[in-house]
């Protein structure tokens, strides 16, 4: 019988998957066999006969579950970065099967009376802060899972996440699906008003789908700089329409939106909470829904208000009422006409390779660590690449594998996960990190400033997964409080605005020149242009998202009726839309992690404005101090309180006013 590469001892430089042995078949198995495993092994810490004690109850369940662990962190992200139809036939089949696996293993009442049992005696358990916590944090999972509840309580609980595993796999392939056959094929007659890059990736596009032409996809790297650039308004119209339609057409993702809220309403209850929001937002660092969205409210009125003057300065500029698809176009117009710049001038300065020498020199001189690239560590695409992250030592600390181009298959947008998490357990695990982005491919690779600061965005996530020094896996990395995830990566954001940083590496793809003084003076001036539109289209999709997890109905709604009744209610601006319609608002339904927290990104920005204001009153941007304290940030995990960290670092809390000036609403 051949070995089934899954569940043997991997060789590869520092453990990487074997990903050229892997096959869709071999999962099945695999699956089957981790979930035996740890069903035994939960069984095992249930029947000790043992008095329960930290390392025999705690310290027994993180090591349950690794074959599955393993297994599971393989398929799911690459179901996510190629969606072959066999990987998402197995998602179909195994998401409800883990889904209830976890259910069982939460909901097990040997287990839970041992935890609880523990919890009771902490204060004699002898124990560190950081294992206290992820004693208190297990206990209140297992509450927050169902585990207190009665045995039909935890039947319902288990049948309800089941369920809504189901659900999950089908908006997310819904919303795939429309996204990889939609297309919008060019003759050159449509191409007025593209520049070269645009021209180029549309130009590969084709190709790679097999097309001749040009070919406009519903990839953001794809339709954004169309909507932006084109000047034909009749197509910007038919792609913007294709954009904002997802999940309405064949695949009505409306149907499985009502079905979703009520099971998660449903689960709320069971728990004792009003909703759904009131549940998630008990674990979460704003405690409750009218925190977050106090914290909206401030941003929301002042963006209306900057929002309104952009609008009008836009309809003088064009001469007609602005439309959706007319708005981006006409801004960039008013922005090249405000600091003489626009993409075509700056992309040539951004190659991919110069932003990603960026981000590596950032992380040098903050955190002391260096990547090198390792050809022989095993790839699961052509299109990625592979880096030992080391420490100043040159010891190996982890794997860090960057995905950057857009393709069929591929889920849209920009994400970070992991292949393993670095613990300290039984000894020292390196972490295996990778980057998702979807740049439009095309030679070379060029950027627009957002795509450079989506991609210092997503290494924050990385490094925060990377640095971890948590001893438990379940406390490694990105596993903090879920307002509190995006604060690592929107803080290294502001390095990509640093000048010295863009003096060294923005520079001219063929001749290697500089970013020019005059321009990149342009360029930073220019950073807070259309802030109205932008804090208005994630505020409302904010709002909504609250909205729809409050509602007391959610069987009973129409969701379309809904969106349309919402926007009115908070006075959505006219020509600008939600930057997640429900329909394809993969954050909420493709997944339950954004669920009532896409609030989280404001919330983070919060910190980071605050953070990184920190830096500017030093004087220096790579301040040793300052830079030291927020390494330990990174590092910490889920070891210690979210807002402990934050007050160590920055000497007090933070204020929204940071966030205001960040955005250039302070004034609005």
Do not use: C
Not at 217 to 224: F, K, M, N, V, Y
Not at 375 to 382: A, G, T
Not at 405 to 420: E, H, I, V
Not at 485 to 497: A, D, I, N, R
């Amino acid at each position: 019988m051949t070995t089934n590469p899954l569940l043997a001892p991997w060789t590869t430089p520092f453990g990487v998957p074997p990903f050229d042995l892997i096959l869709p078949e071999h999962f099945g198995p695999a699956f089957d066999q981790g979930m035996a495993e740890q069903v035994a092994e939960i069984a095992a810490i249930g029947a000790d006969p043992g008095r329960e004690n930290f390392a025999n109850t705690v310290e027994a369940l993180e090591r349950s579950g690794r074959t599955l662990d393993r297994v599971r962190s393989v398929f799911f992200n690459l179901v996510s970065s190629q969606a072959t139809e066999a990987y998402q036939a197995i998602e179909r089949d195994y998401a409800p099967r883990l889904a209830r696996h976890r259910a069982d293993i939460a909901l097990d009442p040997a287990l839970f009376a041992r935890v609880s049992a523990l919890l009771e005696r902490r204060d004699g358990l002898g124990l560190d802060a950081a294992q206290s916590r992820l004693l208190v944090r297990l206990h209140a999972g297992l509450v927050r899972s169902g585990a207190a509840l009665d045995a039909a309580g935890r039947d319902r609980m288990a049948a309800i996440s089941t369920r809504l595993a189901v659900l999950h796999t089908q908006f997310g392939q819904n919303v795939l699906a429309d996204e990889t056959e939609w297309q919008m094929v060019l003759a050159e007659g449509d191409l007025a008003g593209l520049p070269d890059f645009a021209r180029d990736a549309a130009r590969e596009a084709a190709r790679e789908r097999g097309v001749e032409g040009w070919v406009i996809t519903l990839s953001r790297s794809s339709i954004e700089p169309f909507l932006v650039f084109s000047t034909r308004r009749d197509l910007r119209e038919v792609a913007w329409r294709a954009w904002v339609a997802r999940g309405l057409g064949a695949r009505d993702n409306t149907v499985l939106i009502k079905d979703i809220l009520a099971l998660r309403a449903e689960r709320a209850r069971l728990l004792g909470h009003a909703d759904f929001a009131a549940w998630r937002l008990a674990d979460n660092m704003a405690r409750d829904a009218a925190a977050a969205s106090d914290l909206l409210q401030q941003v929301w009125a002042p963006a209306k208000r900057r929002a309104a003057v952009e609008r009008a300065e836009l309809e003088a500029l064009a001469g007609h009422p602005i439309e959706a698809w007319d708005w981006r176009h006409y801004a960039e117009i008013a922005r090249r006409a405000r600091h003489d710049i626009d993409e075509s001038l700056t992309k040539p300065y951004f190659p991919l390779e110069g932003m990603l020498a960026a981000v590596f020199d950032t992380a040098r001189r903050l955190f002391g660590v260096r990547f090198v690239e390792r050809p022989d560590i095993p790839v699961y695409h052509p299109d990625v690449r592979a880096f030992d992250m080391q420490d100043e030592a040159g010891a190996h600390r982890g794997v860090f594998l960057l995905d950057s181009f857009a393709r069929a298959g591929k889920r849209s947008g920009a994400w970070m996960s992991s292949y393993r998490v670095g613990h300290g357990l039984d000894g020292p695990v390196t972490p295996i990190v990778v980057n998702n982005n979807n740049i439009a491919k095309s030679t070379p690779a060029l950027l627009s400033f957002d795509e450079a600061r989506t991609l210092f965005h997503e290494f924050g996530h990385a490094l925060h997964g990377l640095l971890s020094s948590a001893h438990h896996p379940s406390q490694s990395g990105t596993a903090v409080l879920a307002d509190f995830v995006e604060f690592p990566s929107q803080v290294l954001e502001h390095w990509l605005e640093v000048p010295e940083i863009l003096r060294t590496h923005a520079r001219h793809h063929e001749t290697g020149e500089p970013l020019p003084e005059d321009l990149l003076r342009r360029l930073l001036a220019a950073r807070q242009d259309g802030q109205g539109f932008a804090s208005v289209e994630f505020v409302s999709s904010a709002l909504i998202d609250l909205a729809l997890h409050t509602h007391p109905d959610p069987q009973g709604l129409d969701v379309l009726q809904f969106e349309e009744e919402f926007l009115g209610e908070i006075g959505m601006p006219e020509a600008i839309g939600l930057r997640h319609r429900p329909a394809h608002f993969q954050h909420l339904f493709a997944g339950g992690g954004y669920a009532a927290g896409y609030y989280a990104y404001m919330w983070a920005e919060v910190l980071d404005a605050d953070a990184f204001e920190a830096f500017e009153e030093a004087g220096d941007p790579f301040d040793p101090a300052l830079a030291a304290k927020l390494k330990a940030v990174f590092q910490a995990g889920d070891t210690r309180d979210p807002m402990e960290l934050y007050v160590d670092f920055r000497g007090r809390p933070p204020s929204v006013q940071a966030l205001l000036r960040n955005r250039g609403l302070a004034e609005a």
